[in-house]
């Protein structure tokens, strides 16, 4: 029996322009929205290597800095691209509904 997948209503396609990233939490999960190109990405807000919010960082293409140690991830694989990260960001489903933004907190993997 497959899992039932429950989407949160997160904010509204216009608060995140293309090329910005945004922290939501919710139930206690930092989730980082990602805009590139108008498709939206959503992955765990902490870097893997150490504890630094990727909402400090900058989106450039697909790729979320960590401002920390200067690791760097693809928002849409959630593979670390640049050491000293080693283990890809969780991943999350993401729902576009009546331009609203929708998360699934199953994570991708």
Do not use: W
Request: aromatic share 6%; net charge negative; with cysteine.
């Amino acid at each position: 029996m497959e899992k039932e997948i429950t989407f949160v209503d997160i904010t509204s396609v216009n608060d995140l322009p293309a090329g910005k990233t945004k922290k939501f939490t919710i139930d206690n999960n930092d989730i980082l929205l990602a805009n590139v190109d108008g498709k939206i990405y959503a992955v765990d807000d902490m870097c893997t290597h150490e504890d630094s919010s990727l909402s400090l960082g900058c989106l450039k293409g697909e790729l979320v800095y960590c401002t920390l140690h200067g690791s760097r991830f693809n928002v849409r694989t959630g593979k670390p691209m640049e050491e000293p990260a080693t283990e890809a960001l969780q991943r999350y489903q993401v729902r576009i509904q009546n331009d609203r933004i929708e998360v699934s907190l199953n994570s991708i993997k």
